[in-house]
């Protein structure tokens, strides 16, 4: 399409007004898809958010469908229990809720997940064949996984985290960043990235920047500029004589780093993160609390999943979510210190580590056990 250069057929680096239009590119790709199908003739589609008619298109020629949610199960029954009983009711679980100044992302997420009519999330959980997949553990959302399939009348099968331990050549080239890392002492490093897709203002840079100043942690922060932005370096991006300041305890990496390596140092205490869901999974995968600043969609509903899992702290905001380099820093010293507070999150964020690596293999199997019960039972019915 014109109007979306390849460099932008993803969400990521994506300005928000172009949303629309990466939608509509997904939309015109249905006919391709169902030539694919046609020809293919799987025994099974599995399926995300953002093409809702894919499911339709196998359906109608008698394959089964199931809906993978790449977002927690806690995001999606918050979400549906207003969209099902109305936004003055409450949501059951106190714990998980959306500050005042938040409760715009609701709006307009609400507004947004059905397009098509009245049903929840375009209909991807009543088009899923029977079950419903979620990028989750038990361990982590078992209530919520409970609630979501009385919400959506669906087995929710959690998939286990789907965190990947391995590395490219990209990341030998950031061997340096290990080097570094051993030379640290155990727990006293704060990770900093806030994803992909999330970029930060002049001044809310500057905060942070100002926080890692002033806290005690050593500290490796990823920093990303979007397609096009005047910042393109470093120095143009961070308080004057930034850099200088900070050389003995920190690092800053343009771009991209190699995320799981680092959070399995032993070195890293802390991960200040804006609460995407793979961020939040893969913190709680390697045993590292969560420093939470959320921004936008799902991510404040996982921050306050990880304080309730008593593996994270939330950055303190002002009443419109404005947040100020003394928060940062008082944040970042609650986790990443030899207190008792810091050791009783390590240890609950030690714990869950080791329950989500033990049942992974189990929900893995579960997984591959529903989706050939499924087409097992489909091929059956069609007599073939």
Not at 37 to 58: E, G, T
Not at 97 to 120: M, Q
Not at 230 to 235: D, K, M, V
Not at 316 to 326: I, L, M, T
Request: proline share 5%; charged share 20%.
């Amino acid at each position: 399409m014109p109007l979306l250069p390849p460099q932008l057929h993803t969400t990521k680096n994506l300005p928000t007004n172009l949303l629309p239009v990466l939608f509509e590119a997904f939309q015109n790709s249905s006919s391709n898809f169902s030539d694919i199908i046609n020809s293919l003739k799987p025994d099974l589609l599995i399926y995300d958010f953002f093409q809702p008619w894919a499911p339709k298109l196998a359906l109608s020629q008698g394959i089964p469908c199931v809906f993978l949610a790449t977002s927690g199960a806690t995001t999606y029954a918050f979400f549906h229990h207003f969209h099902t009983n109305g936004t003055s009711s409450a949501f059951p679980y106190p714990e998980i809720y959306l500050l005042d100044y938040e409760k715009v992302i609701r709006a307009r997420i609400l507004e947004n997940i059905k397009p098509d009519g009245n049903d929840f999330a375009s209909g991807n959980f009543k088009m899923s064949s029977e079950i419903v997949l979620v990028k989750s553990c038990k361990g982590i959302e078992g209530k919520y996984i409970d609630y979501l399939s009385i919400l959506c009348n669906k087995k929710i099968v959690p998939t286990g985290p789907l965190v990947s331990n391995t590395y490219d050549e990209e990341e030998n080239k950031n061997i340096e960043i290990v080097q570094w890392l051993n030379g640290k002492n155990k727990y006293s490093t704060v990770y900093i990235s806030f994803g992909s897709e999330n970029f930060l203002s002049n001044e809310q840079t500057e905060e942070v920047a100002k926080g890692l100043e002033i806290c005690n942690a050593n500290f490796i922060w990823v920093i990303r500029f979007p397609l096009g932005e005047n910042r393109n370096t470093i120095e143009d991006a961070l308080p004057l004589g930034f850099l200088d300041r900070v050389k003995d305890r920190g690092i800053i990496v343009q771009k991209w780093a190699p995320q799981t390596k680092i959070l399995s140092h032993p070195s890293i205490g802390g991960f200040l993160s804006h609460c995407g869901w793979s961020s939040i999974t893969e913190s709680m995968y390697f045993g590292v609390p969560i420093i939470a600043l959320p921004f936008k969609l799902d991510q404040p509903i996982n921050a306050r999943l990880a304080v309730e899992a008593g593996i994270g702290v939330e950055v303190e905001r002002g009443e419109n979510g404005h947040f100020v380099r003394e928060d940062i820093a008082k944040a970042i010293d609650k986790v990443v210190s030899g207190d008792n507070f810091g050791e009783c999150l390590r240890s609950k964020a030690r714990e869950l580590s080791e329950k989500m690596k033990n049942d992974e293999e189990q929900e893995l199997t579960q997984v591959t056990e529903q989706l050939t019960r499924l087409c097992v039972n489909y091929k059956h019915q069609k007599g073939t």
